[in-house]
């Protein structure tokens, strides 16, 4: 055995919980068959710490973290807590201390999974890669006149050379391991300051990456051809929160939310990168077991593909499309009745 990977796993609240049991029962499983060591450290970071304790995580949490390989999160919000609580009191904090800026959110429509485009999906097999740590989410801004009717609100985007040319960047580096294709996404022509700044690093850093073919798309007439033609695409970059709504979107495509995986990357290794599936936490299924495991389980073959087992992550990926294919077990929200725990044992079978 190598020397352990050490992983800092926080479940957080609802499905989060389950979906993370889930996905460690899978790596065990994996990683035991091929001499891998994880330790892994959980963490009880979560609305129901906030609840008790006045904050998600501990004031020195980010310290906590900074020596680990790799987090892993389930995810966190609760009903009875404000959401912008729960996000900037820790995911936020944890991408932008640890410059994961690379959020990498890949889509796959799985044979035997229905889209609910039945006439378009075919195929669809790419990756959003969103900027993670500036853009539209930032901090400067603030309100004024609470409570009266002059009462403003102002938040600023702020979009920066070394932020936009570094997610660009990757995002061509991965389509080179690709289909050589990057779609930019924008929206130059009604947000007149930020968004022609991105295009022109765009184009500035797609010029010092020949051979990657390449184009941009307002984020608009984008959702349309994510719905109408999503096959086309292979890599589409994107701001932080035209990123966000645009995995959403290509997620449901490829039938549910519950199948995306996430891994937020700080690609320089300076720190630990993070690794969680795209759906929240929840609270309408929250405690009943039908959770889909598979972003979670998508998310840590991502992670072991970061820790140096691409073989590993690719084998997680194989039992995840073999058990869509050769098997009718799907949880609700793929039409099924299977249960977290029925799915999670049928993929362990399989490897
Ligand atoms: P959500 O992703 O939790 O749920 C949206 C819908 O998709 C719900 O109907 C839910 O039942 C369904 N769904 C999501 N994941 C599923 C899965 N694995 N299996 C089956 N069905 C699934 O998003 P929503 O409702 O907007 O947010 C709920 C809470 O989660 C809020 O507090 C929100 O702030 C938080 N949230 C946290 C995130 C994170 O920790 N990274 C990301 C998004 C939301
Ligand atoms: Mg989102």
Redesign the pocket.
Known sequence: MSSPHRIAVVP?DG??RE?TTAALRVLDAVTAAHGIALQYVSLDWSCERYKREGAMMPADGIDRLRDFDAVF?G????PGVP?HI??WGL?IPVRRAFQQYVNLRPVRLFEGVRSPLRETAEGVDLVVVRENTEGEYSEIGGRIHRGFPQEAAIQEAVFTRTGVSRVVDAAFEIAKRRRNYVTSATKSNGIVHTMPFWDEVVAERAAAHGGVRWDQEHIDALCAKVVLQPGRFDVIVASNLFGDILSDLTAAVTG???IAPSANLNPEREFPSMF??V???????AGRGI??PV?AIWSAALMLDHLGHPEVGEQIVAAIAAVFAQTSLR?P?LGGKATTAEFTQALVDRL
């Open positions: 957080g499905i989060g979906v999160l995810a966190v919000g609760a959401d729960s996000l995911l549910s939310i519950g969680e599936p759906h929240g936490s929840a609270p309408d299924i959770a889909n972003g949880t929200d």
